[in-house]
DNA sequence: AGCATTTTGTTGTCTAAACAACAAAATTTC
DNA sequence: GAAATTTTGTTGTTTAGACAACAAAATGCT
């Protein structure tokens, strides 16, 4: 499930954007550090108690632009029902390594040591989501079989993200898709365990 | 009193605008007669209801959006206080010249003769509110010459605006400079009447 | 012309957003 | 490091906008 469809208030879809837009401009002006929950509520023009029956604070809007991010590029990229294939595959893979490159070495991106947790975090976690409805469907209908759809979606998951973000730091002597056909090896091992991977 | 700066709801102002870029976009998509209420509240997103508390119906928008697109352009050139003068007027009277022609003659602008009425009305009338704004700070302050100040406003809001007319159904022979210098002599020939133009 | 469809205004109810005011926490500044 | 300033969460009240439903008017169709 990579979008969620909800029909949601009109009102409430509008200013969800407003704020992010707003934050989104704003990071490309001063640090994150420097950005106040007011400033953002300020350039939105909403008022802030508004953006506190949005967001926690400002972390939870972040983490929030970066999942819908994630999930955009994705809808860009796969199928409109996209489930388990080697193709899907390899398009999930470099999309993780992308928006990791462009979180870490972009230079549009400030990215301060400490909310690299929270990128890691919400990267991760929407890829496991992404992995585990793949499998679900791929793999036949047995109470028996859930766990095992867990932990695999689990481990693919840290697979590839972890691969993703040890590139970015690293000299990146290989480019993105040298690396994204590497990982499919691996993960296909992993995969071939539970589920015949089809080649499309 | 070319912009009026009421510290409205954002609320208010944000639908306002949304609704008049909706229009505006739509106008240039089809024709003004084909678009409904509906269009425009769905283009908005924006509610119908919502629409029906701004505005009477689409006519109330277009000329809301004709007297504010002219007010714009008019801050846009006009020093910020502006008052009687030479300089000023030309300003005035050079705007008036771009903005007919903008709507009759302009490939933007569908123009059916069914809402020329509307637009001249408007037009005309936002030129008077400038004109009589500026005279009653250029003449001196005397109840007896309130009447003089309405009589001379609205004549020359009509000499200026009726000109601008006739010019832009002709052959424009003449460049709106040239036919604004020459709207100038006769607008400070009815105007030394009651004041005399500074030449700034 | 006559019938189907769309659009129009209007209404009442419900919810999201605005706003002001507040104490508490965090920053700045000197 | 103490005082001044800014930012933060939170709350109660008010208002604007969403939504559904309606009859009436306008449009389109053949």
Known sequence: MVTEIKSVDPRVKRTRQLLQQAFFDLMNE??????SVQDIAERATVNRATFYAHFEDKYALLDSCIRESFQQLLTERLPALSSLSSTNMHILILTVFELISQIHGGTCSPSHKQLDPL????????????LYDWLKHAVPVDANRTEQVEVTATAI????????VRWSQSSRTLHKEEMANRVMQVVNGGLSQVVSLAAE
Do not use: D, P, T
Not at 119 to 130: D, I, N, P, S, T
């Open 30 to 35: 001063k640090s994150f550090r420097s950005i």
């Open 119 to 130: 990128f890691e975090e919400a990267v991760q976690q929407e890829l496991y989501k992404v």
């Open 157 to 164: 998951s840290w697979a590839i993200f972890g691969s993703a």
